[in-house]
């Protein structure tokens, strides 16, 4: 948990930098806000903080690529339409990365970035699903939404399994950098 002032600014630059990558072309679903979730709900101690810092880092980018970027929209948005089914399941993810990792381990961590991006692909589509004219509103519409979405899967799963591991890892490594300095006496 975050221990100080100076880890807290540590961690908070972390995700900041992370989350910019959201911003610059990347694989479709190839971006860190889930392992943002997991990792700032693992290292912040405030649970508010926790769950409203990656909501915010999500809001302010979409703002960007929504109105500035991608264009979709004709007027200014601050919050599109199906954004609540994006929203939450991030809120569970860094529920997730709080409560459930309370020892950090390879396995651990490979296993709550496999069931986190497990939620959002379930949740998220699921939003696509209800609040979309695309799809028939009975089973076989919900497994063609759900298969129409697997492409996405991979970058969702490979990019927070990459990014959660390199958050946890950089934190690892700085926090022990005196390990790393060859001292001269």
């Known amino acids: 948990m975050v221990k100080s002032k100076n880890n807290f600014f540590f961690i908070l630059g972390i995700i900041s930098l992370a989350s910019f990558s959201r911003l610059i072309p990347h694989y479709p679903n190839f971006t860190p806000v889930i392992a943002i979730a997991?990792?700032?709900?693992?290292?912040?101690?405030?649970?508010?903080?926790?769950?409203l810092l990656p909501l915010l880092i999500l809001w302010v980018s979409d703002l960007i690529l929504n109105n500035f970027i991608l264009n979709y929209y004709e007027s200014f948005i601050f919050l599109y339409p199906g954004f609540f089914w994006?929203?939450?399941?991030?809120?569970?993810?860094?529920?997730?990365?709080?409560?459930?990792?309370?020892?950090?381990?390879?396995?651990?961590?490979?296993?709550?970035?496999?069931?986190?991006?497990?939620?959002?692909?379930?949740?998220?589509?699921?939003?696509?699903?209800?609040?979309?004219?695309?799809y028939t509103k009975d089973l076989s519409g919900l497994?063609?939404?759900?298969?129409?979405?697997?492409?996405?899967?991979?970058?969702?799963?490979?990019?927070?399994?990459?990014?959660?591991?390199?958050?946890?890892?950089?934190?690892?490594?700085?926090d022990n950098k005196s390990v790393l300095i060859v001292r001269k006496d």
């Open 143 to 174: 497994i063609t939404c759900y298969t129409a979405a697997l492409p996405f899967f991979y970058g969702t799963l490979s990019s927070t399994v990459i990014y959660t591991f390199s958050l946890f890892g950089l934190k690892e490594l700085l």
């Open 38 to 51: 997991i990792f700032g709900g693992r290292f912040f101690n405030d649970r508010i903080l926790a769950v």
């Open 86 to 134: 994006q929203y939450l399941p991030i809120i569970c993810i860094t529920l997730i990365g709080r409560y459930l990792l309370d020892k950090i381990s390879i396995l651990g961590l490979l296993g709550v970035s496999i069931s986190s991006s497990l939620i959002f692909y379930i949740v998220s589509n699921f939003g696509v699903f209800i609040s979309s004219s695309i």
